[in-house]
Structures are given as C-alpha cells and as structure tokens.
C-alpha cells in the first residue's frame, strides 16, 4: 500500500465512513488539531526522563487518537460498527487522578507563571497551548454538529494535566517556575 493516494490533491478528504469533505471544513480542523496535540506529546516524552510522566503521555496519546478517530466520523451507527470508541467521563476522571497525585509535589500556585524552565517543562507548556487550540478547534464544531461532551471536558482537562506537568518537570530539576509580576519588567 502506498503512502500517497492523490486524493487530497484537490483538497478534499474523506471522513472516516462518510462523506468526502474540504480539508478546511470545521470537522478536518477539529481532528487536526488533535492530531498536532498527539504529536507535540511525543515531543514531551522525548524530552522527559522521567518515566511516569512518559507513561501518563502514552495514555494520554492512546486517548487522543480514539478522539481524533471519533471526531472524523461523523455518523454513530459507523462509529459503533467500526468500533470508534466515544470520548467517557471515566477518561477525564483519570486525568484529574493524574493531576491531583502531581500537585501532591508542587507548592500551591499564588501568580501566573511564564511558560519555560527545562526543555522537557517548556515542551509541556507548548502542548497545553497546542491542547488549548484544539479545544477550541473542537468546541467550532461542537456549535455546528453536537459532539460528546466527554470530548470537551476531556481536553480541558488535558491542558490542566500538560501544565502540572511542565510545573512538575521543573521541580524535579531544581527549576523554580518563574512567576509573572504583571509589570512587564
């Protein structure tokens, strides 16, 4: 099977067991999206040596791709007969159970902090930026064609769990986070 097929040489693509759509249309975006946020995470665990973290990434990547494969059918009767997984609240719970063992080693915020510290932190901070677009991305769609609130809830979440990890990096390299006076100084 080859990699190429030219069919999106038109700019069109075709939706998971639907129809044939532009690759601007607000569903195309929606699993893109997704889709960069999975990859910025491959990059957070490239650069994190701490093997929880990677494994909270793995988890998190296997979720983001059932998201991206929900998002792009649109029709729930081909989800269920392709066995497209819908976003649970189960999911998001494990994201808060991750969040809340990580704050047990921080010290409570009092200010913004900048994005920054180590390579690996920073990373994270990216991916809760890219996970923010992606939201957003998906909340476009969810205005147009109703979607599972799981799905929101769940990259809401993400990009609290992305920020706990950046913070979480930086601890655990001696590397205060830096906080935001509001001055600009």
């Given at each position: 099977m080859?990699i190429?097929?030219r069919?999106?040489?038109?700019?069109?693509?075709?939706?998971?067991?639907?129809p044939?759509v532009a690759k601007d249309?607000?569903?195309?975006?929606?699993y893109?999206?997704v889709?960069?946020?999975?990859?910025t995470?491959?990059?957070?665990?490239?650069?994190?040596?701490?093997?929880?973290?990677r494994g909270?990434?793995a988890?998190?990547?296997?979720?983001l791709?059932?998201l991206g494969?929900?998002?792009?059918?649109?029709d729930?009767g081909?989800?269920?007969?392709?066995?497209v997984?819908?976003?649970?609240d189960?999911d998001?719970a494990?994201?808060?159970a991750?969040i809340?063992?990580?704050e047990?080693e921080?010290?409570?915020?009092e200010?913004?902090i900048?994005?920054?510290?180590t390579?690996a932190?920073?990373s994270?901070h990216?991916?809760r930026?890219?996970?923010?677009?992606a939201?957003?991305?998906?909340?476009a769609?969810?205005?147009e064609?109703?979607?599972?609130?799981a799905?929101?809830r769940?990259?809401?979440r993400?990009?609290?769990?992305?920020?706990?990890m950046?913070?979480?990096?930086?601890?655990?390299?001696?590397?205060?986070d830096?906080?935001?006076?509001?001055?600009?100084?």
């Amino acid at each position: 099977m080859k990699i190429y097929t030219r069919r999106g040489d038109t700019g069109e693509t075709d939706l998971l067991g639907g129809p044939r759509v532009a690759k601007d249309h607000l569903r195309v975006a929606a699993y893109g999206a997704v889709d960069e946020l999975n990859a910025t995470l491959g990059v957070c665990a490239a650069a994190s040596s701490h093997k929880d973290l990677r494994g909270v990434v793995a988890s998190v990547q296997r979720r983001l791709f059932d998201l991206g494969a929900y998002l792009a059918s649109p029709d729930a009767g081909r989800r269920e007969k392709g066995r497209v997984p819908e976003p649970r609240d189960a999911d998001v719970a494990e994201l808060e159970a991750a969040i809340d063992t990580f704050e047990k080693e921080l010290a409570p915020l009092e200010r913004f902090i900048l994005p920054g510290g180590t390579p690996a932190a920073a990373s994270f901070h990216v991916a809760r930026t890219v996970c923010r677009r992606a939201e957003r991305e998906v909340v476009a769609l969810h205005h147009e064609e109703p979607l599972s609130g799981a799905a929101l809830r769940l990259l809401n979440r993400l990009s609290d769990l992305l920020f706990v990890m950046a913070r979480v990096e930086n601890r655990r390299a001696g590397v205060a986070d830096v906080e935001w006076s509001g001055r600009g100084d």
